[in-house]
């Protein structure tokens, strides 16, 4: 069963600072894999979406990247603002996953500090 | 519509009473996934729609749970005699194509159940 891990669990940061958020996965056959941003009391919004070939995709100060043979992902928040604040969750779509569909992890918490 | 939309935004459900909540998909999209969000969790699959054909309910946790979508649009999940452990946000996602462009998800429904 795809195990979807990411760490850290909670960040915070002073504003301005680059970071760097994990995810890793224990199943390499994957289609695609997707970020998403929680605000608090909110619905999911998608960042990223990587697919199984490509190695990586930018969108703004975010940069996201894939390792499949290692299982693993980050995403990079350049130069962050107060407004980044919110939950950060990864999600793979597996080979083969039918109706299975995303197996998300359990994201991670970050706060920066204006 | 723009969006996937969920309702009702917020339901307080006392211990034994049945739920129906909605999911309007974004018009065209033939796959839809509802998923169980419990407090600093990340999201986890319930069932899944291609159309009107519920291709997986697998992740329902019981009997008590019965999702449909008999016109292959909007959706309903259904909790009948609900019970504490029921309440979490329930997200409703949808998607054209989901390999090429993965998932749209809704705003989400918190059930709280006294």
């Known amino acids: 069963k795809q195990e979807v891990t990411q760490i850290p669990a909670a960040l915070s940061v002073p504003e301005g600072e680059n970071l760097v958020l994990n995810c890793s996965f224990t199943?390499?056959?994957?289609?695609?894999l997707q970020w998403f941003r929680q605000d608090p009391g909110k619905g999911l919004t998608s960042l990223l979406l990587i697919q199984s070939s490509q190695r990586e995709q930018t969108s703004g100060r975010l940069n996201a990247s894939l390792d499949k043979s290692s299982g693993r992902s980050t995403l990079y928040i350049a130069a962050s603002q107060p407004g980044d604040s919110a939950t950060y969750l990864c999600?793979?779509?597996?080979?083969?996953?039918?109706?299975?569909?995303?197996?998300f992890g359990k994201g991670t918490h970050l706060i920066i500090q204006p | 519509g723009a969006g996937v939309s969920q309702s009702p935004r917020y339901k307080v459900a006392k211990r034994g009473q049945d739920v129906a909540l909605r999911c309007d998909p974004i018009s065209g999209h033939v796959s839809l996934f509802w998923y169980q969000q419990a407090l600093g969790q990340g999201p986890e699959f319930l069932t899944y729609f291609q159309n009107e054909a519920q291709l997986d309910k697998s992740g329902l946790p019981s009997d008590r749970f019965f999702a449909e979508r008999p016109e292959g649009s909007v959706s309903t999940l259904k909790i009948q005699r609900t019970q504490q452990e029921d309440s979490a946000v329930y997200l409703c996602?949808?998607?054209?194509?989901?390999?090429?462009?993965?998932?749209?998800f809704g705003s989400g429904t918190r059930l709280t159940v006294v």
């Open positions: 199943d390499s056959a994957i289609y695609n």
């Open positions: 996602a949808s998607s054209f194509n989901p390999l090429a462009v993965g998932y749209t």
């Open positions: 999600a793979v779509y597996r080979v083969g996953g039918g109706a299975d569909g995303l197996t």
